[in-house]
Structure formats: structure tokens, C-alpha cells
């Protein structure tokens, strides 16, 4: 299986969600769907083609930002 095949796989990943937990997993796996586009991509426009195609925005690349720890 070569990686557009493999990205095509996660981007179509559309089981039931049924729990917040669910929902983050699919958000993971939409990130790294999104990274493993980016650095597999020849340019920038490759990239946004490629993640057009599998349905994919290159915002949901971005990391979480962990929430502040107090103390």
C-alpha cells in the first residue's frame, strides 16, 4: 500500500462517534493524515491538491495547545 492509498484510508474514516474520546481519536488521526501529507508533498501545491483530494484541511494539522499549568 503506498501513502496517498494509506492517507485516502484515514481521510475516509468515518465510523460512528460516540464519545469525546472517539471524536480526539479521529482528530489525531486527521493530523497526522494531514503531517504525513505535508512532508510526503514535492511543494506547497502538491500539498493543498493532495489534501483537497482526501477530503482534508490544512489547519487540522495544527497541534492542540496544552492548557496551562497552574501552581
Known sequence: M???EHLQEVADFNGPVTSAEDTEMIAAQ???AVR???SAADNAEDC???LDA???KPAEGLAPV????LG
Open 36 to 38: 504525513a501529507v505535508a
Open 30 to 32: 486527521r493530523r497526522r
Open 66 to 69: 496544552p492548557a496551562q499549568r
Open 54 to 56: 482526501l477530503g482534508l
Open 48 to 50: 493543498a491538491l493532495l
Open 2 to 4: 503506498d501513502m496517498r
